[in-house]
């Protein structure tokens, strides 16, 4: 991995997303000629200092939720660093097309701090299947809210769709996840099936990387061991089954109590937008018939409703979606000169407040090459003693033949 490289890509990922924000910005200031200074007027910065607290319990919460699903298998792993692997994957997420920089970048910190690799991965499965449950009932509810006539949305029957697709996506995923931890020889065989067209790939790219001098040492041990890559995997999926079994035993509990921190932590966020109204003086009462129950619950719901969106939107940190969505969604609340102001607050508090935390960690590790390292070091690790146990196993015999010769001799 080549730190520099690295470090500019992000920041080129980074700038892309801030410019696009920009100019969905730019576009409404220009169209709707919005009147900041009215806006900001009445604003009441404790409510959104409250905004903000909600927003920052997102890392905490998720952090509580990795330590509490990873000490199951291993122990010492400190608060610390799952708090810290949370926002470093929320920095990750949004710098990233369509999140996929999320989950290996928390596994890496995980690493970093200790945890086997094959012991993150378990932890990390389960941590998304708690996810995946929680957009499956609040998808559940919000379409039976809907067809009940107790929620109304302007969008109609494009929001049925995605309620849909939704609930196809995430249901499909969870039925997959179980499958896969409950009975291996199917995740072998979908393994054994993709290495064959990925092993080619991966051959070519091996033969284009052996022209690199730089890459050439690791390019060549690499082609001269085929089939390791898909070996380690098929260990990893047996160490995956192991590990799910441990938590059916002992590990229910922590489960639980994951589900229960992936509620939490949830709701707050999507309450962040309710006091952002609070705190810019937007009557927290919409213009219009949205659902049924308290304001604070209406705001939950339609933040609900935009979080599958922006979980689906290819571009880093759903920009441009995020933007518009909301201008939708939340128009029986925000309209005219406050649009603007909520639209820079919304995202600030729920995306870029816990990016900058998180990117203040990415950048530490990534100036000191820690990670790398650690997980370099992991592995290697992780290979010898695989070598070792190989070896071992394949001398008893020998070992077994010679003792039977000294007794024969010595008879």
């Known amino acids: 991995m080549n730190r520099a490289t690295l470090i500019r890509g992000i920041q080129i990922i980074v ?93 890496a910190v995980l690493v970093h701090g200790g945890m086997r690799l094959v012991d993150v991965a378990t932890a990390e499965l389960l941590t998304a299947s708690c996810t995946i449950t929680f957009f499956l009932l609040s998808a559940l509810v919000i379409f039976t809210l809907q067809q009940s006539g107790m929620l109304v949305l302007q969008a109609g029957q494009e929001i049925e769709w995605l309620l849909l697709f939704t609930v196809a996506m995430f249901g499909a995923a969870l039925v997959a996840l179980i499958i896969a931890a409950a009975y291996p020889p199917l995740l072998k065989g979908i393994v054994r099936a993709l290495s064959v067209p990925l092993g080619k790939l991966l051959r070519a790219a091996l033969l284009c990387a052996r022209r690199v001098p730089r890459l050439r040492a690791s390019a060549e041990a690499a082609l001269a061991r085929p089939g390791t890559t898909t070996a380690r995997l098929l260990r990893s ?104 102001p909520y639209v820079v607050l919304w995202r600030v508090l729920t995306l870029f407040l816990c990016m900058f935390v998180g990117g203040l960690y990415v950048f530490r590790y990534l100036g000191t090459d820690v990670l790398e390292e650690r997980v370099k070091q992991t592995e290697a690790e992780k290979r010898a003693l695989e070598e070792a146990a190989r070896a071992a196993s394949e001398s008893a015999p020998l070992r077994e033949e010679e003792t039977a010769d000294r007794q024969r001799g010595m008879g």
């Open 237 to 340: 999926v047996d160490e995956f089954h192991q590990g799910f079994r441990i938590y059916m035993r002992r590990g229910k509990r922590a489960y639980a109590a994951a589900l229960l921190l992936t509620f939490g932590f949830f709701c707050s966020r999507f309450a962040v937008a309710y006091f952002i109204l609070l705190g810019l003086g937007i009557p927290t009462t919409p213009s219009t018939f949205v659902a049924v129950g308290p304001p604070i619950v209406q705001v939950v719901l339609i933040q609900a409703l935009l979080n599958f969106a922006l979980y689906m939107t290819p571009t880093p940190g759903a920009s441009g979606v995020a933007e518009l969505g909301s201008n939708a969604l939340m128009s029986p609340w925000v309209q005219g000169a406050f649009v603007v």
């Open 15 to 107: 700038t892309l997303t801030l410019a696009s924000f920009a100019y969905v910005l730019y576009r409404e200031i220009h169209d709707k000629q919005a009147s900041l200074a009215a806006a900001f007027a009445h604003v009441r910065p404790g409510w959104l200092l409250v905004g903000a607290v909600l927003a920052l319990q997102e890392g905490l919460f998720g952090g509580l939720r990795i330590w509490t699903l990873g000490r199951v298998l291993w122990p010492e792993l400190r608060v610390r660093t799952a708090v810290t692997s949370e926002f470093v994957l929320m920095f990750c997420a949004g710098v990233t097309p369509g999140q996929a920089g999320a989950a290996p970048s928390q596994a």
